[in-house]
Nanobody
Framework: QVQLVESGGGLVQAGGSLRLSCAAS????????MAWFRQAPGKEREFVTTISRSGLSTYSADSVKGRFTISRDNAKSTVYLQMNSLKPEDTAVYFC?????WGSGVYDYWGQGTQVTVSS
């Protein structure tokens, strides 16, 4: 069992930056690939970015490439999402997720989410 708790959300102006954190507890987080998703009001949850267990491989959605960076610190059991050049369309609840099998499309654990609001 893995518990995930996101933090770092808030209100920011367009062009600004935020860094989200996802603290994991329970089973060793280094056993899991990790990902960030987001869900805007009235929309489906969408994939944002993912990182392998070692942290050596990452993959991001086209909408955030060059602006968002995922990283992890396995010693601290924490995953980060650095978000730069934020746009109003980035407004959403951001969720982190843990994936036992990298690339399987199945996510085994989810956090409760943190709200990010970008004003124009």
């Amino acid at each position: 069992q893995v518990q995930l708790v996101e933090s770092g959300g808030g209100l920011v102006q367009a062009g600004g930056s935020l860094r989200l954190s996802c603290a994991a507890s329970g089973r060793t987080v280094s056993s899991y690939a990790m990902a960030w998703f987001r869900q805007a009001p009235g929309k489906e949850r969408e994939f944002v970015t993912t990182i392998s267990r070692s942290g050596l491989s990452t993959y991001s959605a086209d909408s955030v490439k060059g602006r968002f960076t995922i990283s992890r610190d396995n010693a601290k059991s924490t995953v980060y999402l650095q978000m730069n050049s934020l746009k109003p369309e980035d407004t959403a609840v951001y969720f982190c997720a843990a994936q036992l099998r990298w690339g399987s499309g199945v996510y085994d654990y989810w956090g409760q989410g943190t709200q990010v609001t970008v004003s124009s």
